[in-house]
């Protein structure tokens, strides 16, 4: 893959809490509860979605009954629930897991890999990102680790490298960011979804982190009374080259049936400016005289 940012040993200066993820469910039952409730469906509403009875719907739920295994990802499928959950809900009810967790690098994983760099070297001189489910960074292109080595503090890229904590940590971009106010609230809105979708500990986590980091004041956001100026989020950074606008795509596999690759999301940037153009057109040219040399 793409070299990610560089690493270092040293500790930041505004240490990362460490947060204990709350413990989840254990039995099947419990599982299937905090789910239907974390759809917010009644058991009625899910024995319909799942054609069955709210009878058994509730026998599974308190444990007098379990699951068939086709049972298990039929409701799995109602309820939108993440490979990775599907597995855990397997497990629960006394079946092996069905999708496989395979590292990037492992051979099976060897077409979506080459999918991944070539979008990623595909839309330079823009910056773009691999991220994993906890929005981890796993690869970059040059674009990005130029940005991110310019303007961000050695102690905040060292692996795993997190986006959300590179844009909010006063280490690291969220001095620079003119809009912060407004990019704030958009990346905990987004987590926010990502928590309603898989419940996910982890993010759990990460959110708490990143809510204790200084919030700016509300003066600062360019939302007033509701409007949303323009028509995508823009990410508006002072750069060591000027101010730059940059709106952002996301792009994921379709059907996966790997748990790593539906974790695994492509961010792609994009000039939202003529001036930002002109200065990423200038750092890929600088970097590749530099390659030449």
């Known amino acids: 893959m793409t070299s990610t940012a560089p690493s270092s040993h040293r500790s930041p200066r505004h240490p990362l809490p460490h947060r204990v993820a709350p413990a989840g469910p254990t039995s099947f039952g419990d599982h299937l509860r905090t789910w239907r409730q974390q759809r917010h469906l009644s058991q009625l509403e899910l024995a319909d979605e799942a054609d069955i009875s709210t009878r058994h719907v509730s026998f599974m739920e308190t444990g007098r009954t379990n699951p068939s295994r086709d049972m298990v990802l039929r409701l799995c499928e109602r309820l939108a629930i993440p490979l990775r959950e599907r597995n855990a809900l397997l497990v629960a009810a006394g079946y092996a897991p069905m999708y496989r967790e395979r590292a990037l690098d492992d051979p ?9 760099e070539l979008v990623l070297k595909g839309h330079e001189p823009c910056p773009a990102i691999a991220l994993d ?29 997190n986006v959300f904590r590179l844009s909010l ?11 912060l106010a407004q990019w704030r609230a958009h990346l905990f809105e987004r987590l926010r979804q990502q928590i309603q979708a898989t419940a996910d500990p982890a993010l759990i986590a990460l959110q708490a982190e990143l809510q204790q980091y200084p919030a700016p004041a509300e003066s600062d956001a360019l939302v007033l009374a509701g409007e949303m100026l323009g028509v995508v989020m823009p990410f508006c950074f002072e750069s060591v080259h000027g101010m730059l606008s ?10 996966p049936v790997d748990v790593t690759l539906q974790e695994l999301a492509v961010e792609s940037f994009f000039p939202a400016d003529d001036f930002t ?4 057109r200038k ?6 005289q530099s390659a030449e040399g």
């Open 246 to 255: 940059l709106i952002s795509t996301t792009t994921i596999f379709g059907t």
């Open 283 to 288: 750092i890929a040219h600088e970097n590749t």
């Open 169 to 179: 940590h006063p280490q690291g971009l969220a001095p620079r960011i003119a809009n």
């Open 277 to 280: 153009a002109q200065v990423l």
């Open 133 to 161: 489910r906890c929005w981890n960074v796993v690869a970059t292109n040059r674009a990005a680790l130029a940005l991110l080595s310019a303007h961000v503090s050695p102690e905040l890229l060292a692996p795993p490298v």
């Open 108 to 116: 099976a994983l060897a077409a979506a890999r080459q999918a991944v």
